[in-house]
C-alpha cells in the first residue's frame, strides 16, 4: 500500500493511517486535470477568483473557489486568500463561543456545517505550508466540535455551553441536510486524516446512503425537483470521495446516472422549466438555474454510463442555461459538458424508484409533455400529489397551483390536479409515509404513448373516508384522458379538479381554459364551476384557477386537449 501525504497538513495522521491495516491512507484531493485552461469558462472562473484575492469578492465568493485556483495555477496568492477566509470563520465562531453563543456553522439545524467546514477542510489540505501550528489546531478544534455535535445532538456543546439541538435527518439519506452533514464529515476526515471520521463514514454513514439510493432505480429524489436540485451536493461528494480514495460511490448503483435521464425528461420542450414536483421554495415557479446545471455537469463527470453522458451533453447545450448566471457558480462549469449530440429518441419515462412518470410528443419546443406522479410519499417537503397530472404545451396547460403561490410551498390537495374529497367540510389529507402503486399498461418511448393505472388507495387513511381509489391515465398524441374509480364512506364528497393558469371558461360538460379543452365524460350529471385563486388569499395566490367538476356516481372520465393551432 502506497500511502500518500500531504505537506504539513496531515503528516501524523499519515503516520496513524500507515498503521491501521483496516484503512487506506488518504488526504482530500478534487483532481481538476479535466480543467481546460484555455476555455472561456476557465477565463470567466479566474477573472472571477482574481477579483477577490485583489480585495473586492463577489456575492458568496468562496474560500473553496480560490482553493481550486491555488490547484489549478499552483500559485500561493489564492491560498493566501483562502486561509484568511477560512481564519474569519474560526475567528467570530471562537468569539460567540466566548460568550456562550453558538456559531453560524449552527444555524438552521446545522444547513450549512457541510460548505463552511468543507472550505476550511480544503483550505487546511491545499494550504497548509500556510498555517501556523496554532492556527492548525484551532481549525482542527473547531472542525471537530461542528462534526461532533452534528452526530451527537443530544450532547452538542460549543466551549463551556450545552448546545443540543434537534438531530433533524442525521439519520435520513434521502434528505438535503444529510448531504450536507456527510460533507462536512468527509471532507475534514479527509483533510485531517482522521481514521475515527474515515471510519466513521464506512461503517454509519456511507453504506446507508448507498442502501438508499440503490431503491430508486430511475432516477430523481423523493424531496421532488425543487429540494431535489441538492443532488448536484450529493453527486459532488460522490466526485471528491472517489478522486481521493478511489472508491465509487456514484456508480454502486443506477441512481446518479438515471438522475441525467430523470432531468432531461423532466425538463419542459421549451427547455427553460421542469416539473415542479414538491416544495419549490427558492422560486415557485420551476425555472432551470445553475444548480440545475451543476447537478447534471457533477453527474455526467462521475458517470460511467456513456449513454446517460451523452444525454447529459445534449442537455446541457440545449437548455436556456447555456453557463452558469452566478460568480459563486462559475468553478462549476469548469467540470466538461461535452460535446452537443441529438436529441434523445425515447419520449416516455417511467423514474419508478420516486414514482414518477413523463412523456411527450416530441422533442420539439411545441410539443405536448404529460407528468404522473404515483409512488412513495415519505419525504417533508414532498406534497399530497399522489395521482397528480401536468400538462404542457409550449406554456402551462394544467399544473399545480403551487407554483403561482407566494411561498411555493402549498403542499396540500386541493392545489394539485387529483380528486378533492372532503368530509365535514375539510379536505381530506393523503398520508405521509405511504406508498402508492402504478402499473404501466403501455410505455411506447418512440410515440409517447403511455398507459398506467395508478392504486392511490394507500395515500388515505383507513376509515377516514376514502375507501379507494384508483386513476387510470392515457396519454396519446395531444390528449390526455383520465378516468377515476373511487368508493368513499357516506357523506364523503369527491370533486375532480384542473388548476389552469387562465380563468376556464364553461360550456355545459366542457370548458375551455386558454389552450385546452377540458371535457367530461363521465358523470353524464356533471356541474362544472370554477375558482379564481386570489380570492382565497392575494397574497399568497398571485393568479391562477381551477375547475372543480362534480356529479353523480363512483368516478369520473375526463378528456383534456391541446387545441392549439
Not at 448507498?210 to 430508486?216: F, G, N, P, S, T
Not at 372532503?422 to 418511448?445: C, H
Request: hydrophobic letters at 40%; proline letters at 4%.
Amino acid at each position: 500500500m502506497t500511502t500518500r501525504c500531504f505537506p504539513r497538513a496531515i503528516l501524523a495522521a499519515c503516520a496513524l493511517l500507515g498503521s491501521a491495516a483496516s484503512l487506506r491512507a488518504e488526504g482530500l484531493v478534487l483532481d481538476y486535470a479535466y480543467v481546460e485552461q484555455k476555455s472561456a469558462a476557465y477565463k470567466r472562473f479566474k477573472d472571477w477568483v482574481d477579483q477577490a484575492v485583489s480585495g473586492s469578492p463577489g456575492y458568496e465568493f468562496s474560500p473553496v473557489d480560490a482553493v481550486a485556483m491555488a490547484r489549478i495555477a499552483n500559485l500561493g496568492r489564492y491560498c493566501d486568500t483562502a486561509v484568511g477566509m477560512v481564519q474569519k470563520q474560526v475567528d467570530e465562531a471562537r468569539a460567540r463561543i466566548a460568550q456562550g453563543q453558538r456559531p453560524a456553522v449552527a444555524g438552521d439545524s446545522y444547513l450549512e456545517v457541510g460548505p463552511m467546514i468543507g472550505a476550511l477542510a480544503q483550505t487546511f489540505a491545499t494550504c497548509a505550508d500556510r498555517l501556523g501550528d496554532d492556527q492548525r489546531a484551532q481549525w482542527s478544534a473547531y472542525a471537530e466540535q461542528a462534526i461532533g455535535n452534528v452526530w451527537n445532538p443530544k450532547s452538542a456543546r460549543w466551549g463551556e455551553t450545552a448546545a443540543e439541538w434537534t438531530g433533524w435527518s442525521i439519520e435520513n439519506p434521502g434528505n438535503n441536510y444529510y448531504y450536507s452533514f456527510v460533507e462536512a464529515t468527509m471532507s475534514w476526515a479527509l483533510a485531517s486524516g482522521s481514521p475515527r471520521w474515515l471510519e466513521f463514514l464506512r461503517k454509519e454513514k456511507l453504506p446507508p446512503l448507498k442502501a438508499y439510493y440503490a431503491e430508486l432505480p430511475g432516477g430523481g429524489s423523493l424531496e421532488g425537483t425543487g429540494y431535489g436540485a441538492a443532488h448536484m451536493r450529493l453527486f459532488s461528494l460522490y466526485r471528491l470521495w472517489k478522486d481521493s480514495t478511489g472508491e465509487d460511490l456514484g456508480n454502486a448503483s443506477p441512481h446518479l446516472s438515471d438522475s441525467i435521464r430523470f432531468w432531461v425528461h423532466a425538463t419542459m420542450p421549451t427547455l427553460d422549466r421542469f416539473a415542479p414536483i414538491g416544495d419549490q421554495s427558492r422560486v415557485s415557479q420551476p425555472e432551470l438555474y445553475d444548480y440545475h446545471r451543476r447537478l447534471v455537469l457533477e453527474a455526467r463527470s462521475v458517470s460511467n454510463d456513456d449513454a446517460a453522458r451523452a444525454l447529459a451533453s445534449w442537455w446541457l447545450g440545449a437548455i436556456s442555461i447555456k453557463q452558469m448566471t452566478h460568480g459563486f457558480n462559475y468553478r462549476y462549469d469548469l467540470l466538461p459538458a461535452g460535446e452537443v449530440r441529438e436529441p434523445p429518441a425515447e419520449r416516455a419515462y417511467h423514474a419508478r424508484g420516486v414514482g414518477r412518470l413523463f412523456a411527450r410528443t416530441g422533442w420539439d419546443r411545441d410539443a405536448m409533455w404529460f407528468g404522473f406522479g404515483a409512488g412513495p410519499y415519505l419525504e417533508s417537503h414532498a406534497h399530497q400529489d399522489q395521482g397528480a397530472f401536468t400538462l404542457f404545451a409550449r406554456d402551462w396547460l394544467a399544473v399545480t397551483e403551487n407554483i403561482w403561490s407566494h411561498s411555493g410551498i402549498q403542499q396540500g390537495t386541493d392545489v394539485h390536479n387529483v380528486v378533492r374529497f372532503e368530509r365535514d367540510g375539510n379536505i381530506i389529507r393523503q398520508r405521509e409515509g405511504t406508498v402508492s402503486k402504478l402499473a404501466i399498461a403501455r410505455l411506447d418511448a418512440t410515440t409517447g404513448e403511455v398507459e398506467a393505472t395508478a392504486d392511490l388507495t394507500p395515500a388515505y387513511a383507513q376509515g377516514g373516508g376514502v375507501e379507494s381509489w384508483k386513476r387510470t391515465v392515457r396519454f396519446r398524441g395531444r390528449e390526455l384522458r383520465v378516468e377515476d374509480r373511487y368508493a368513499t364512506a357516506p357523506g364523503t364528497r369527491a370533486v375532480f379538479q384542473v388548476n389552469v393558469p387562465v380563468k376556464p371558461v364553461v360550456d355545459g360538460r366542457e370548458a375551455r381554459a386558454g389552450a385546452l379543452r377540458i371535457r367530461v365524460v363521465e358523470p353524464a350529471d356533471a356541474t362544472l364551476t370554477t375558482l379564481e385563486w386570489s380570492t382565497r388569499d392575494a397574497a399568497e395566490f398571485r393568479s391562477g384557477w381551477r375547475l372543480d367538476v362534480e356529479g353523480g356516481g363512483n368516478g369520473f372520465v375526463v378528456e383534456l386537449t391541446d387545441q392549439a393551432p
